[in-house]
Nanobody
Framework: QVQLVESGGGLVQAGGSLRLSCAAS????????MGWVRQAPGKEREFVAA???????TYYADSVKGRFTISRDIANTVDLQMNSLKPEDTAVYYC????????????????WGQGTQVTVSS
């Protein structure tokens, strides 16, 4: 099993920044890819960003390109730097990990964190 623990959510004004962090523990050989998924009230889950184990490959949703940056260290921690935040970025952000056939293949991520709330006020 893999345990994922997120931190760093909170309340910020539009245009501000937040940094989310996710620490993986347990059978981390199963965390070939790690990423962030968000879900706003009444909406489906949206894959925000993902990164490979080597950090050579990344994926970003069009809605966050140029504003969010995903990074990963050798200790199996993945961060999401979120800049120029907008009210529509408000959601619960979940860390995900697994061995997907492609980074953007949401259904192939096996492990999930409990989520951290990000609220962007206008």
């Amino acid at each position: 099993q893999v345990q994922l623990v997120e931190s760093g959510g909170g309340l910020v004004q539009a245009g501000g920044s937040l940094r989310l962090s996710c620490a993986a523990s347990g059978r981390t050989f199963s965390t070939a890819a790690m990423g962030w998924v968000r879900q706003a009230p009444g909406k489906e889950r949206e894959f925000v960003a993902a990164i490979s184990r080597s950090s050579l490959n990344t994926y970003y949703a069009d809605s966050v390109k140029g504003r969010f940056t995903i990074s990963r260290d050798i200790a199996n921690t993945v961060d999401l730097q979120m800049n120029s935040l907008k009210p529509e970025d408000t959601a619960v952000y979940y860390c995900a990990a697994g061995r997907p056939s492609s980074l953007a293949s949401l259904r192939e991520y096996d492990y999930w964190g409990q989520g951290t709330q990000v609220t962007v006020s206008s």
